[in-house]
């Protein structure tokens, strides 16, 4: 097998971090490796916002909370009342994919772009997870205007469309669940 299909099979969402911060090197790979990713046709209309600075991450999770209490899945309004949940499980990168709402595919080039970057966190040996929350945040009425208050903005036109958090796992990495039966069809 080789390194790039072992990445993709080891890679693994972690949910406890260590406080160590990634270097710098490795963020800007990380980083290179998302704008590498395709783009419906080549626009390349993205942007990454990292977030490292502690308190506007510690605002923005206080945000992602307090919009699950919303929500119209039980689970999340039953996580936002528990002070043991950190929607960032204290990892100390946060990166969200935004790219301009009027691009081709502004939604898949994001989504591909974090793709590439979870991947090569992991081969990186940098843990990560997707975050969902940002995006609810945004899409709330009041959303991008409570992230603006917090110092959180996107370029002009910008809609966020993918999150994770990346750092080193703090625990052995989980086992990946077994992959669905009869997911696949070949028409040959
Ligand atoms: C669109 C999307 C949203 C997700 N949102 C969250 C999230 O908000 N919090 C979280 O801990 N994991 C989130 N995940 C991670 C999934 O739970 C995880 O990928 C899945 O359980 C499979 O585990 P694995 O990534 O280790 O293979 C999300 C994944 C995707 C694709």
Redesign the pocket.
């Known amino acids: 097998m080789n390194d790039i299909i072992q990445a993709i099979l080891t890679?693994?969402?972690v949910?406890a971090y260590q406080p160590r911060q990634i270097g710098e090197k490795d963020l800007q790979e990380i980083l290179l490796a998302g704008q590498y990713a395709p783009t419906a046709m080549g626009d390349q209309l993205w942007h990454f916002t990292v977030v490292q600075n502690a308190e506007l991450k510690e605002k923005l999770q206080l945000l992602c909370k307090a919009s699950f209490k919303n929500s119209d899945i039980p689970s999340l309004r039953e996580l936002s009342s528990r002070d043991d949940v950190h929607?960032f499980?204290h990892a100390p990168t946060l990166v969200i994919v935004s790219a301009d709402s009027k691009a081709v595919a502004p939604l898949w080039d994001s989504v591909l772009a974090m793709e590439n970057m979870l991947l090569a966190a992991s081969s990186l040996g940098i843990s990560s997870?997707?975050?969902?929350?940002p995006m609810i945040v945004y899409g709330a009425p009041e959303g991008p205007a409570s992230l603006s208050s917090i110092g959180l903005n996107f370029p002009e036109g910008h809609v966020p469309y993918a999150a994770a958090v990346f750092g080193y796992s703090a625990q052995p990495l989980?086992e990946?669940?077994p992959r669905k039966p009869g997911t696949v069809t070949l028409l040959q």
């Open positions: 890679r693994r969402s949910r929607v499980y997870c997707w975050v969902h929350s989980p990946a669940a």
